[in-house]
């Protein structure tokens, strides 16, 4: 895209994103996002051919930005963390942008399901930024292990926003769940990380 194109959809996301934030994901009109973002309603289609393709295409944006300024503010904090600990207030955190969002995380939930092929493009899009995200911060995590462990700590996200959004469990319980998850997973890559530093470990009994 030219820089003005690339504009216009910045500001057609953007739009899109403070309507679904204003007054959900159901009453968001094409016409609406047009006339908030200043784009004809013409040209709005020529960038997205539907509403779920321009929804999906803002959630993702708006996800893939959260979860790049939170690996960002983690790696630079003053009190290091261990990976596992790294992780888990990452993970927290990200829910917690959705507590305070919860308009958009009932839009993460729909465009997921949606049979849209553009929609479905940029929720590939969006599952891979968050994966390299959570890959940003578990760098001790061994070669063999990166391409799975993110995939198994994100899934287990998605399900905890959906039981979430649908009123099938508390945002404490998702809490729990996920830190339960993350700590199963990323256990023996911990154990290895201590070792490698130096840190004392038990002996066997």
């Known amino acids: 895209m030219s820089p003005r194109q690339l504009e216009r959809r910045k500001h057609l996301i953007r739009a899109a994103i403070d309507l679904v934030a204003e007054i959900g994901v159901e009453r968001v ?6 006339e908030r973002s200043g784009v004809a309603l013409g040209t709005t289609y020529r960038y997205f051919s539907s509403k ?3 929804l999906a295409a803002a959630v993702s944006d708006w996800r893939g930005m959260l979860m790049s300024d939170l690996a960002a503010e983690l790696r630079a904090t003053s009190a290091p963390l261990g990976g ?4 888990v207030r990452f993970v927290h955190r990200g829910m917690r942008a959705f507590q305070r969002q919860p308009h958009l995380a009932h839009l993460l939930v729909a ?9 479905s493009e940029a ?3 969006m599952a891979n930024a968050g994966r390299a995200s959570l890959l940003a911060v ?4 061994p070669l063999a292990a990166r391409s799975v462990l993110p995939h198994i700590i994100d899934s287990a996200w998605q399900s905890e926003l959906v ?4 009123g099938r469990s508390t945002l404490g319980d998702a809490y729990l769940r996920l830190e339960e998850v993350i700590r199963l997973v990323l256990a023996p890559y911990s154990t290895v990380a201590a ?4 840190s004392p470990v038990s002996a066997p009994g």
């Not at 465009?111 to 929609?119: E, I, R």
């Open 123 to 125: 929720v590939d899009a």
């Open 138 to 141: 578990m760098p001790e995590v």
């Open 29 to 34: 009109q094409m016409k609406q996002v047009s």
């Open 84 to 87: 596992t600990e790294r992780v």
């Open 163 to 166: 039981a979430w959004v649908t």
């Open 111 to 119: 465009v997921t399901v949606s049979t849209d092929p553009f929609a």
């Open 52 to 54: 779920d393709h321009l």
């Open 195 to 198: 070792v490698a530093v130096g």
